[in-house]
């Protein structure tokens, strides 16, 4: 199977996107694993996870499923675009709070050489 990669406004390829339009991938229960994206896109995880994340800054709502399943899909209700922000929120904030030990270093450091 090959996808060609269309473009949207913002130049970025939507793969992914189309792929789960065309796979039925509608809707958190119709959710396709990240492997089997993978493998019938020709891409690594990462080039995956990269692809994905290229396609959301562009726009589009690619939505993960955060239970055992697991898998992509887009969403159909509300609630599942809720539910994708609030997860990826906290993602962001469990990172910002790794990084913080970082800062408070670095600025005692850059204190410390004036």
Same mark, same amino acid.
């Given at each position: 199977?090959?996808?060609?990669?269309?473009?949207?406004?913002?130049?970025?390829? !939507?793969? !992914?996107?189309?792929?789960? *339009?065309?796979?039925?991938?509608? =809707?958190?229960?119709?959710? &396709?694993?990240?492997? !089997?994206?993978?493998?019938?896109? =020709?891409l690594?995880?990462?080039? @995956?996870? *990269?692809? &994905?994340? /290229?396609? +959301? !800054?562009?726009?589009?709502? &690619?939505?993960?499923?955060?239970?055992n399943?697991?898998?992509?899909?887009?969403?159909?209700?509300?609630?599942? &675009? @809720?539910?994708? +922000?609030?997860? @990826?929120?906290?993602?962001?904030?469990?990172?910002? /709070?790794?990084?913080?030990? $970082?800062?408070? $270093?670095?600025?005692?450091?850059? @204190?410390? *050489?004036?």
């Amino acid at each position: 199977m090959s996808l060609k990669r269309k473009k949207t406004r913002w130049g970025a390829a !939507v793969m !992914v996107t189309e792929y789960l *339009k065309e796979h039925g991938a509608e =809707g958190e229960e119709n959710a &396709i694993a990240a492997h !089997v994206i993978a493998k019938n896109l =020709g891409l690594t995880g990462r080039a @995956l996870t *990269k692809q &994905i994340r /290229e396609e +959301r !800054v562009a726009g589009n709502l &690619i939505c993960a499923r955060h239970d055992n399943e697991g898998g992509y899909f887009m969403p159909v209700k509300t609630s599942e &675009i @809720l539910k994708q +922000r609030d997860m @990826l929120e906290h993602g962001m904030n469990r990172r910002r /709070e790794v990084i913080e030990p $970082f800062s408070c $270093f670095l600025n005692g450091w850059e @204190l410390s *050489k004036k």
